[in-house]
């Protein structure tokens, strides 16, 4: 009954088939519209002058309960903070500074090699971090983007009763943006990352070489949060358990 009314009424057909391409646009627009983030910057040049005859293990990066892995995360005026539904992280920030982090050490060649936390290579010193917060703050007309981040070095190969942690700091790093849209902030946190990867290397160089001063400093209220260490794979290292932050 229905097909033989519809034919009967080509207007009513192309009303139906008008409704259907009306919602498969809106769907498409709905879809376009969301965008996906990810950190991305040139590689930076070499800073160490001597490598370290050494391997360095970069353990994943944990994250914090104040930062969202699927949306960016911005604070308003009224100090409210708030999830941007069409800007989407491609994947766990967490897990993107790790990457950076690592692939920035091993261009660096402050160690002889430098391996992520899946490698099966025998490693002396283990790098492990945590991401605190990320997002972007507005305030009026302005507004800035915002990492903090936690890191410790962990020395292995020193002897036995030693304190093995040689670096334990908090990265705080903020960037201005060029505007408050969530498109600028990104911007800004993508050259938040690249500020806290540039100093994060130059402590860890100070670190193994032994230059004392602030890389070497430690936090007073260090936070109790264990690493997973690798369990495949002869090592120093791995023989130590969890490291603690």
């Given at each position: 009954?229905?097909?033989?009314?519809?034919?009967?009424?080509?207007?009513?057909?192309?009303?139906?088939?008008?409704?259907?391409?009306?919602?498969?646009?809106?769907?498409?627009?709905?879809?376009?519209?969301?965008?996906?983030?990810?950190?991305?910057?040139?590689?930076?040049?070499?800073?160490?002058?001597?490598?370290?005859?050494?391997?360095?293990?970069?353990?994943?990066?944990?994250?914090?309960?104040?930062?969202?892995?699927?949306?960016?995360?911005?604070?308003?005026?009224?100090?409210?903070?708030?999830?941007?539904?069409?800007?989407?992280?491609?994947?766990?920030?967490?897990?993107?500074?790790?990457?950076?982090?690592?692939?920035?050490?091993?261009?660096?060649?402050?160690?002889?090699?430098?391996?992520?936390?899946?490698?099966?290579?025998?490693?002396?010193?283990?790098?492990?971090g945590?991401?605190?917060?990320?997002?972007?703050?507005?305030?009026?007309?302005?507004?800035?983007?915002?990492?903090?981040?936690?890191?410790?070095?962990?020395?292995?190969?020193?002897?036995?009763?030693?304190?093995?942690?040689?670096?334990?700091?908090?990265?705080?790093?903020?960037?201005?943006?060029?505007?408050?849209?969530?498109?600028?902030?990104?911007?800004?946190?993508?050259?938040?990352?690249?500020?806290?990867?540039?100093?994060?290397r130059?402590?860890?160089?100070?670190?193994?070489?032994?230059?004392?001063?602030?890389?070497?400093?430690?936090?007073q209220?260090?936070?109790?949060?264990?690493?997973?260490?690798?369990?495949?794979?002869?090592?120093?290292?791995?023989?130590?358990?969890?490291?603690?932050?």
């Amino acid at each position: 009954m229905f097909s033989s009314s519809v034919q009967s009424r080509p207007g009513a057909w192309f009303l139906i088939m008008l409704g259907m391409l009306a919602f498969a646009g809106c769907a498409v627009l709905s879809r376009d519209a969301i965008m996906y983030h990810s950190f991305s910057y040139p590689v930076p040049s070499n800073i160490a002058p001597a490598t370290v005859p050494e391997t360095l293990m970069i353990y994943r990066f944990l994250v914090g309960p104040a930062v969202d892995t699927d949306y960016l995360m911005v604070t308003g005026p009224a100090t409210k903070e708030e999830a941007v539904s069409a800007h989407r992280w491609s994947r766990s920030p967490a897990d993107m500074i790790g990457d950076l982090i690592e692939r920035d050490l091993a261009e660096a060649r402050i160690f002889e090699k430098t391996v992520g936390q899946f490698s099966n290579s025998r490693y002396r010193y283990a790098l492990g971090g945590k991401v605190l917060e990320m997002k972007g703050v507005r305030k009026g007309d302005k507004a800035a983007a915002l990492i903090e981040a936690e890191v410790k070095l962990t020395d292995f190969g020193v002897p036995l009763g030693a304190d093995k942690t040689i670096l334990k700091k908090t990265y705080r790093i903020e960037d201005p943006s060029k505007d408050t849209s969530p498109a600028a902030i990104v911007e800004a946190l993508n050259r938040a990352v690249r500020e806290f990867s540039r100093e994060l290397r130059q402590d860890i160089a100070a670190a193994v070489r032994g230059t004392g001063g602030p890389a070497r400093q430690r936090e007073q209220k260090p936070s109790p949060v264990a690493l997973r260490v690798p369990a495949s794979g002869g090592s120093a290292g791995r023989l130590c358990g969890a490291v603690p932050l």
